[in-house]
Nanobody
Framework: EVQLVESGGGLVQPGGSLRLSCTVSGFTFDDYTMGWFRQAPGKEREGVSYIMTNEGNTGYTDSVKGRFTISSDSAKNTIYLQMNSVKPEDAGVYYC???????????????????????WGRGTPVTVST
C-alpha cells in the first residue's frame, strides 16, 4: 500500500523559510522520480518541483526557482523541500508523490507532471502571513 506522509508546514512570515518533509512507503523509492505539488485555496493542484532520486536531477516551476530546493534521502525514503524567501503566493497545502511525466522533454515539465499512483497523502499546509 502506497503511503505518503507530509510534514513541516506551518505559519511563516513573508521572506521566511520552511522545510517540508515527505516520507513514503509501499513502493521502491529509488525507482521513481518524486515530486512536490501544492494547492492554494480555490485553485487546482500544481506541480512545484521534482527530483530524480537515483540521479539527483531536479526541476522547479518558474515561480519558485532560486528560492526552493528539493532534496532526497534514499536511506530514509524521504524527500524534502526547503522553502526560502517565501511569498504570499506560496501558501497552500503541499503534497508529495511519486511522479510520471506525460511528455518526455516537455518545455514545461511541471505542466505534464502527474502523480504516478494517484494516491495522495493528507498534505501539509503552508500559511504565509505577517
Amino acid at each position: 500500500e502506497v503511503q505518503l506522509v507530509e510534514s513541516g508546514g506551518g505559519l511563516v512570515q513573508p521572506g521566511g523559510s520552511l522545510r517540508l518533509s515527505c516520507t513514503v512507503s509501499g513502493f521502491t523509492f529509488d525507482d521513481y522520480t518524486m515530486g512536490w505539488f501544492r494547492q492554494a485555496p480555490g485553485k487546482e493542484r500544481e506541480g512545484v518541483s521534482y527530483i530524480m532520486t537515483n540521479e539527483g536531477n531536479t526541476g522547479y516551476t518558474d515561480s519558485v526557482k532560486g528560492r526552493f530546493t528539493i532534496s532526497s534521502d534514499s536511506a530514509k525514503n524521504t524527500i524534502y523541500l526547503q522553502m526560502n524567501s517565501v511569498k504570499p503566493e506560496d501558501a497552500g497545502v503541499y503534497y508529495c508523490a511519486p511522479v510520471i511525466f506525460l511528455q518526455i522533454g516537455a518545455a514545461s515539465p511541471m505542466d505534464v507532471m502527474r502523480n504516478a499512483f494517484d494516491v495522495w497523502g493528507r498534505g501539509t499546509p503552508v500559511t504565509v502571513s505577517t
